[in-house]
């Protein structure tokens, strides 16, 4: 059992996320930009009262603070009324729909399945050997890369740790705890932000996973820019995105990652770079290079336990 003010790395409790989920986007809710007239008074705290954001979903007040308390239970029709008063994204309607149903149940007990990547992504790995190709599981292990995926992503380390499952590098650690990879990224909170969004989602789809619990409660104790966007209860799909790299063996590139969703819940991401450009010229040149950067071999869990220490 987690201490008050702990993590808990045992599972996800479904409605104290559903509650603060609640809470948190209605905190980022400005009363003007809902037409909510406030008659310039003063408020003692951000965003719409429970009694507004209550009064636009039309259900009572008392009933809503219950949903906000873990107290009560909403139908699909309330908490449609509530995405929209919330003003929610359609990842944020799915996500709030998923922490309703896992508040509902009752907690499983059997752990998920080991994952495996699919012979169809595999071959997918191998037809594609000069473009970077990373795929991801459900707590962001890395379960497979091609060697282009691995030299611009994580070229420091062994490439062939995804065939060792206690071993897997984990990308939501490398991205808040191994410098290599903050570096990596000239806008690091963005690419932040968007592993915690990514995160977030899992959370509401697996709320019973003892190793994304596990993954949450380690991160938040280590980093403190993770513990703070974790708590602002953002999230985020990230089919495609843009990220200036700085790259250590090849400089500086702009880099669009798409993210291929599996039927199995994995990711598979696949970066590119625009034709005859600069980004392209370097890309090229480091899908043809075998070179290692950084120490030979780094495991992550290493890197996890010496950044725990430096903190």
């Known amino acids: ?22 809470r948190a986007r209605r905190s980022q809710l400005r009363p003007e930009d809902l037409g909510v007239v406030t008659y310039g008074e003063r408020r003692r705290v951000p965003g719409l009262r429970r009694e507004e954001l209550a009064r636009l979903a039309g259900v ?12 009560s239970q909403a139908s699909p029709d309330v908490l ?14 799915r996500h709030l729909r998923e922490l309703s149903a896992a508040a509902r149940r009752r907690p499983r007990t ?22 970077p190709v990373v795929v991801t599981g459900r707590h962001s292990d890395v379960l497979a890369w091609n060697r282009a995926g691995h030299a611009l992503y994580a070229g420091h380390l062994d490439p062939d740790g995804p065939d060792r ?6 990308m939501a650690r490398l991205v808040f705890l191994d410098a290599h990879t903050r570096d990596l990224y000239a806008d690091w909170p963005a690419k932040a ?14 709320p019973d996973d003892p190793a994304l619990a596990s993954l949450v409660g380690e991160l938040t104790l280590n980093s403190a820019e993770f513990a703070a966007m974790w708590a602002d ?28 969703h599996t039927e199995q819940g994995q990711y598979v991401v696949v970066a590119t770079t625009e034709a005859d450009s600069p980004s ?32």
């Open 80 to 93: 449609e009324a509530i995405a929209q008063a919330l003003r929610l994204s359609e990842a944020e309607r």
């Open 193 to 206: 932000r968007a592993v915690v969004g990514t995160l977030r989602l899992a959370s509401g789809q697996y």
């Open 233 to 260: 209860h953002r999230v985020k799909t990230s089919d495609v995105a843009v990220y200036a790299m700085r790259h250590p063996l090849v400089g500086a590139m702009d880099v669009t990652q798409q993210t291929l």
């Open 280 to 311: 392209r010229a370097a890309m090229t040149l480091l899908t043809h290079s075998t070179a290692a950067v950084g120490p030979s071999v780094v495991r992550p869990k290493t890197i996890a336990k010496e950044t725990a220490k430096e903190t």
């Open 165 to 170: 499952p206690g071993e897997r590098p984990n």
């Open 110 to 131: 059997r752990r998920p399945a080991p994952e495996r990547v699919s012979p169809a992504v595999a071959q997918l790995l191998g037809v594609l050997p000069e473009v």
């Open 60 to 71: 009572s007040e008392s009933y809503y603070a219950r949903l906000e308390q873990g107290q």
């Open 1 to 22: 059992m987690a201490l008050a003010g702990e993590p808990n790395t045992r599972r996800m409790d479904g409605k104290r996320q559903l509650g603060e989920f609640l």
